[in-house]
Structures are given as C-alpha cells and as structure tokens.
C-alpha cells in the first residue's frame, strides 16, 4: 500500500512537470492560418467600427458647451478643433516646447563637446550643466531644496541598515504628497509660471526615488561608501531630472564612469531612427487629436450616455492606448538624448495591446524596473510562494499609491491591481492540480492555446476597467462595466469579448513568433543507418565475388 502511495505521488508529480513543460512550450503552439487571418479581419473591422462612432460624435459635438475648455482652434484650413485635455502633452509639444528644445539641445552639444576633449570628465560635466539649469529655471531655494534632501537621505546611507534608508525616503517622498508639508516646501520655490507646479512635484519626486535608490546600492556596497559628488552626478542629470525615468544608480554609475565610449555597429543609425520614429508619431497624435476627441468625450458623462456601446468600449480601450504612447514618446525622446551620452535608459513601456496578464502591466518601466528590483523581487523570490507573493505585492502597491499621491481612486487601483496579480498566482497553482493536469495534457497545444486565451480574454477587461479608474475617472469606469457587462448583456458583451479574443490570439502569435527566434527547437539529429542483415551481407558478398576478375591458372595458359 505504502509503494502505490510512493507511485501515485511520483505520477502526479510528473504530470505537474509535464503541465509546466507544456505550458512553456504552448507558447509556441501554432494555429492554423486561415484561423489567424479570421481573427486579423474582426479585429481591424471592429476597431474601424468603433473608430467611425467617436469620428462622427467628435465631429458633431465640437461646438459643445462642455467642451470650450478643452477642444480649441486647431488646424483652421481644415476646419478642424484640437483636443488639449491632456496638459502634459500639450506643454512637451505646444506651450513649452521651445524651452525644452533649448535646454535639451543644451545639453546635448555641452556633453558631445566633453565627450570628445575629456571624456573621463563627462559625469562631472552632467552635473554641472543640470544642476545650473535647474538653477535657472526654478531658483536657488529650489536647489538648496532639493540638495538638502540629498544630504539627509546620503547621511542615513552611511548606517548602511535597508530599513532604515526605506523608512526616511519613504517618509520623506510622503512630504511632497500630503500636506501641511507640500504647501511648506512650495513656499521655497520663488517666482510664478505655468510650468513651476510640474518642474517642482516632478523634480522632487524623481530626485527621492533616485536618493533611495542611492542609498540601497550603498546599503549593498561591501567595502566604504559612495561618495556624494556620485550622488549629485546622479540625481541632477538633466534628462531624467524633471520627467524621468528612474534609472537605478548601480547601472547609472557603471555607465557614466565607462572610459570605453565606441559604438556599436549601426548604433547611430538606430538612434536616428528612433527619433524619427518619435517624430512621427507625435504628428499622428496631433492627427488623431483634430479629428477624434477621445480625451474631451470620458469627461461629459451627459453624453456617454447617449453614446453606443461600441463607442464606450472604444473610448475605453484608447485611452489606455494613448496614455501608452504618450508615456512611450515622452520617455522615448528623453532616452534618445541619453543613449547619445552613452547611456542604456530604461525601454519604453510594453503596449497595452499586448497585454493580457498583471504581471506585465506598467506604463513607466524606469519606475517598474525600481519597484521590481527593491521591492517585489526582493521579499517575493522566486514568486512561488503565495504568502510571499502578497507581502510583495501589497508592498509594492503601497509604495506605487504613495508615489501616485495617496486618494481614493489610487487606493481602489492600487487594491484591484494587487488583487490581480494575486489572482493570477492562484488560478495559476490551481489549474496545476489533478485533474486539470491530465485534462490539459489530452488535449492538443492549439486547443490548450485558445482555452488559455478564452481566460485571458476576461483579464484583459479586468486590466482595462482597473487602469481606466487611474488614468480617466471613477465615473467613466463604472460607466463602461455597466454597459458592457450589465446593459449590453448579452449581445454586446459576447460581441466585444469575442474581438479581444481574437486579439489576444494575435497577441499570442506575436509570442509565439519571437520565441521561435528567442529560443528556436532544437535540430533532431539523424537517424542512424541500419546495420545490413546476415542474408542481405551474403548476397552483396557473392555479387561482389561474381563481378571480381577470377585468377588464371599458368600452366592452363601456357599449354593453351
């Protein structure tokens, strides 16, 4: 009884090894084509669909009147009004785009100019020339600011106890979120522009994160400490000063202080075109921003009710499609200029359209990537564990809600993402059980790939309806879960789930593709040869003596 028990346990084990081994490999489970191009064809006429309802509501409803202070003149031979809503956008590619431009290009000849005549100075350079454009546009008690908390969290830094420097940058990032302490720390800043309330939550927000981050490295450092002149180098260069992203200081100083400036091969011909990549870009959005209000319309809950439910779920989906570019171009033009100083910045954010799991949802990757490095991956290890796995995450989530300002909204996004991810690890150990092991592994890798996006069809809404709560309104969020799961049921929540299925299977083909290119199957190796059998070996034998010349016998010869 004892050794069946042994061999239960050791055939459910191997079909749990074999469950992970196939859900690693049905990321390369193929479908056949002409079951792809049907999923191509619904999902470009459904967004084509969706985009001619807000096309025709924009259109009718420019003249609004709770539109005024959002869609002004725009392109006036065209007849068209533009869409301002997004300030952020509109002061990087409107209102201070001159500013920036200079400063940027400022530093940009100052860095290529040391790169060339010192360039084991060029990290000292950075400094200098941010820290007098910081200087410049926001005034000395703005500095004197900012430099005494990088003198307070570089003290604590020396003690070299983890805790301890989370515990003082936390607390000391909560003094620029809650008040009295905001309003205290604004007084510093002299002057009035409309860029100030931007350059200041924004440069001191980035400049905590990088003073943690400081402070970690140093916790980790063995032997003595950084000095502060690498801290300063690090926090005020003027790229990633104001609008990030957070570069971690272990890879900002390993690169800064690199003597080896050459180039890769087509290095500079790939940071050409990536810029031009952005440019185009930003002249799409401003396309797309005459002609489909897609940031002005979630705000007017009057007419969303009146709106289809193709149009509400279109809005829904493109607003997180364009937070997605702006984040992507905003980051992007900044990284160019870095990669310039022979840096490697954090990439752009993954695209929303290629999402269907928690796991990899962020729209700042520089933030993920600290999050993930001091945070997750630090007190969830291996994310096997599910005890673990909420400690981390709900730690993570805490600093991400304090980093965002602490809110409702934020801590009903925080708690519903958190939540998420979670449930993905559950789910995920669940189905690793019997008898959903050996059900799976009957079954094909196509039809275990479209089970699997069937469930990722529901996460991608999930994700969808929890980020639209952060980055729009609570109204707009309960707005759309109401006509899609409640109002529209059934007709238009089958419609829409079925066309996010059909782009998670495009998604999931993407995957499959670049894994085959990441990881490409091994070769088999060819069949051995077959050793010839006894009777095929006499036969070829006597073959082989029949067609031999025979031996003459001389003395038959001779008397012939």
Request: proline content about 5%; aromatic content about 14%.
């Amino acid at each position: 009884m004892h050794l069946r028990f042994n061999k239960s346990s050791q055939h459910i084990l191997d079909l749990q090894q074999l469950a992970v081994l196939r859900s690693r490999m049905g990321v390369k489970a193929a479908l056949p084509k002409y079951e792809l191009y049907c999923y191509y064809v619904v999902l470009s006429m459904a967004m084509l669909w969706a985009a001619s309802w807000i096309l025709e509501v924009s259109s009718s409803n420019a003249n609004r009147k709770s539109f005024k202070s959002n869609i002004q003149p725009g392109w006036y031979y065209f007849s068209r009004k533009m869409d301002t809503a997004d300030l952020e956008w509109m002061m990087w590619f409107s209102t201070f785009r001159e500013h920036i431009v200079f400063a940027l290009s400022g530093h940009v000849i100052f860095a290529k100019i040391c790169s060339m005549l010192a360039p084991q100075y060029r990290s000292l350079v950075y400094m200098v020339y941010g820290l007098l454009a910081v200087l410049t546009s926001m005034g000395w008690t703005y500095v004197t600011l900012i430099l005494s908390h990088c003198v307070l969290l570089y003290s604590i830094s020396l003690v070299k106890l983890r805790w301890l420097c989370f515990a003082a940058g936390l607390t000391t990032l909560a003094t620029f979120k809650m008040e009295p302490f905001v309003s205290w720390q604004v007084g510093f800043v002299t002057g009035s522009f409309e860029l100030r309330p931007v350059l200041f939550y924004g440069g001191c927000g980035f400049t905590i994160m990088r003073c943690m981050s400081f402070a970690l490295e140093n916790c980790e450092k063995k032997e003595g400490n950084y000095s502060i002149l690498e801290l300063l180098k690090y926090n005020f260069y003027l790229p990633f000063f104001y609008f990030g992203p957070v570069m971690t200081f272990d890879k900002f100083y390993k690169q800064a202080n690199n003597p080896d400036l050459n180039r890769k091969e087509r290095e500079m011909w790939n940071i050409f075109i990536q810029a031009l990549l952005h440019l185009g870009v930003i002249i799409i959005m401003a396309v797309i921003f005459h002609f489909m209000y897609i940031l002005t319309i979630p705000s007017d809950v009057k007419l969303l009710k009146h709106l289809s439910d193709w149009a509400i779920a279109g809005l829904a989906y493109l607003n997180l499609v364009y937070d997605w570019i702006k984040a992507a171009v905003l980051f992007g033009v900044i990284n160019t200029i870095s990669r310039l100083d022979h840096l490697d910045p954090p990439k752009p954010p993954k695209c929303i359209t290629m999402l269907y799991v928690f796991s990899e949802t962020h729209f700042d990757r520089g933030i993920n990537d600290w999050l993930c490095k001091y945070v997750y991956n630090y007190l969830g290890g291996k994310h096997e564990n599910v005890l673990d796995e909420l400690i981390a995450s709900l730690c993570t989530f805490g600093v991400t809600a304090l980093w965002l300002g602490p809110g409702w909204v934020v801590l009903i996004w925080a708690f519903l993402n958190c939540f998420g991810l979670n449930f993905e690890l559950w789910t995920a150990k669940f189905f690793k059980m019997e008898p959903f092991v050996s059900i799976e592994m009957a079954m094909s890798e196509s039809m275990s790939r479209r089970i699997r996006a069937v469930f990722n069809t529901f996460n991608f809404w999930c994700i969808v309806l929890y980020n639209i709560l952060a980055l729009n309104s609570l109204d707009f969020a309960k707005l759309v879960a109401k006509r899609l799961l409640l109002k529209g049921f059934p007709l238009s929540t089958i419609t829409v789930m079925f066309v996010t299925y059909c782009l998670v299977q495009i998604i999931k083909e993407k995957e499959r593709r670049q894994a085959l290119i990441d990881d490409p199957d091994p070769i088999p190796p060819p069949a051995p040869v077959p050793p010839p059998t006894t009777t095929a070996a006499s036969t070829l034998a006597a073959q082989m003596d029949a067609s031999a010349p025979q031996p003459v016998d001389p003395n038959k010869e001779k008397a012939e």
